[in-house]
């Protein structure tokens, strides 16, 4: 068990360029969640896959975003034309049925717009 | 709806005092309740979780916290800080055994004075 890997830890891009990060969870679970962290607050809900499903997308998930989980293994999230609010740390967490045994979160993908 | 308040956003304490950190939650089902540490640029890692066992729920660290339903808090502490414990912390809620994500506090900023 080598816990969630996110890839990139830090991304710097050009407002209106397109990013995608990578998450791999815990390779038993069975759900996959994307977080979005802005500085001083708590991480807000994005999106949730159970295997390769996508199950529920946030409001904050605008159509300039989207998320795959191809196989149900690792996950993609991508952000088309960045915009300087978009900048914030992702994070991506994983877990076994409904929780009960925790949350496994990785490190984050910070992304800087400029 | 799952919500979740966290009175103080920053909070500041003596080493080898004792850290109160306050979590209010509100739920329309069985919550399961989790108090997660973020160090900076680093992510989440699970200090506790109740998931309705027992009421008073101990953690890594040295960290505990008591389930009140009457109350809807889950307040954590720790008799005698260490200056490694500066840190944000997280109270988070979910749907308990219904649950898909979960809901985050806006955090509290730990500052530990030697």
């Known amino acids: 068990d080598t816990g969630v890997s996110q890839d990139p830890r830090h991304k710097i891009t050009k407002r209106g360029q397109n990013v995608t990060f990578r998450c791999d969870p815990i390779?038993?679970?069975?759900?996959l969640y994307w977080y979005r962290q802005t500085l001083g607050q708590g991480p807000e809900f994005l999106t949730y896959?159970?295997?390769?499903?996508?199950?529920?997308k946030s409001r904050l998930l605008s159509d300039r975003f989207s998320a795959e989980r191809p196989k149900g293994s690792f996950s993609t999230l991508e952000i088309q034309r960045t915009e300087q609010g978009d900048s914030a740390m992702y994070l991506c967490?994983?877990?076994f049925g409904q929780g009960e045994s925790g949350y496994t979160f990785g490190s984050g993908t910070r992304l800087t717009v400029v | 709806a799952q919500s979740v308040t966290q009175l103080g956003s920053h909070v500041s304490v003596s080493e080898g005092a004792l850290v109160l950190l306050r979590c209010n939650y509100s739920s329309s089902v069985p919550p399961y309740l989790f108090w997660y540490v973020q160090y900076p640029n680093q992510g989440l890692q699970l200090l506790l979780k109740?998931?309705?066992?027992?009421?008073l729920v101990k953690g890594i660290n040295g960290f505990e916290a008591e389930f009140k339903k009457s109350e809807t808090s889950f307040h954590l502490t720790k008799p005698s800080a260490h200056m490694s414990d500066a840190a944000e912390y997280f109270c988070a809620v979910s749907e308990g055994a219904a649950g898909n994500k979960l809901t985050f506090g806006g955090g509290t900023r730990v500052l530990v004075k030697p």
């Open positions: 896959f159970q295997n390769e499903a996508q199950l529920e």
């Open positions: 109740y998931t309705s066992a027992a009421t």
């Open positions: 390779s038993e679970h069975n759900r």
């Open positions: 967490a994983s877990s």
